[in-house]
């Protein structure tokens, strides 16, 4: 049973790299959703998909961006890593809104 | 504003003793609440939730919480701690039919021997 899949497990960027974070679920859930996890913050939400072919901003979407490729992937980008998103990024899927959410075991990103 | 506060930032219990971690909302409509465990280097997974009925909910792993509306808390108990429970739990709101859950900075819960 997989679940939720992230890649990469951990990754170290330059200020100003790039880089796609990938997220697959086999749930056949119809949202999915990208959270970042800071030390006494908790979790907040970068963005979600309702479903596939939609995206929409969560609490804290600058210097972020995302595509539903299809039902099964969500991938989130940085297009200019800054090291104020140095965190810890999981991604989530659920089967019907936030009844239950499906945690991967997330990305470790440090931006130097 | 939606939010959730966890007072403390961690907690120490003995091994069998009693856990009781606290959890206060605000929300401006009934709430979904929820409870979720994380263990390092893991995902969060869920433990119980609240929509409606019945405020005292059971959930997995022998663990259970109550709903009170008048104090706005939704606090998790567990009768008997195992060492296995050692984990950070979050408390989190969310609100009927949408997709956005708020969590609170979490509890991390140290069990000794």
């Known amino acids: 049973n997989a679940g939720v899949t992230q890649t990469p497990k951990f990754q170290v960027l330059k200020t100003g790299q790039s880089m796609t974070l990938q997220c697959a679920q086999d749930?056949?859930?119809?949202?999915m959703y990208w959270y970042r996890q800071d030390p006494g913050m908790g979790l907040r939400l970068i963005y979600y998909?309702?479903?596939?072919?939609?995206?929409d901003k969560g609490e804290v979407p600058n210097g972020y961006n995302v595509s539903r490729l299809n039902k099964r992937e969500f991938s989130l980008r940085l297009e200019s890593a800054a090291p104020s998103q140095t965190s810890v990024y999981f991604c989530?899927?659920?089967?019907?809104?936030?009844?239950?959410?499906?945690f991967g075991s997330g990305t470790q990103l440090s931006v130097l | 504003a939606q939010s959730v506060t966890q007072p403390d930032i961690h907690i120490t219990v003995s091994e069998g003793a009693s856990l009781e971690l606290r959890c206060n909302y605000s929300y401006g409509a009934t709430p979904y609440l929820f409870w979720y465990v994380q263990s390092p280097g893991q995902g969060l997974q869920l433990l119980l939730k609240y929509f409606s009925g019945d405020t005292l909910v059971q959930g997995i792993k022998g663990f259970e919480a109550e709903f009170k509306r008048s104090q706005s808390s939704f606090n998790l108990r567990k009768p008997s701690v195992h060492w296995s429970d050692a984990a950070e739990y979050f408390c989190?709101?969310?609100?009927?039919?949408?997709?956005?859950?708020?969590f609170g900075a979490g509890t991390r819960l140290f069990v000794k021997a």
């Open positions: 998909s309702a479903s596939e072919g939609t995206t």
């Open positions: 989530a899927s659920s089967d019907r809104g936030n009844e239950k959410l499906f």
């Open positions: 989190a709101v969310g609100d009927d039919g949408g997709f956005k859950t708020i």
């Open positions: 749930m056949n859930h119809n949202s």
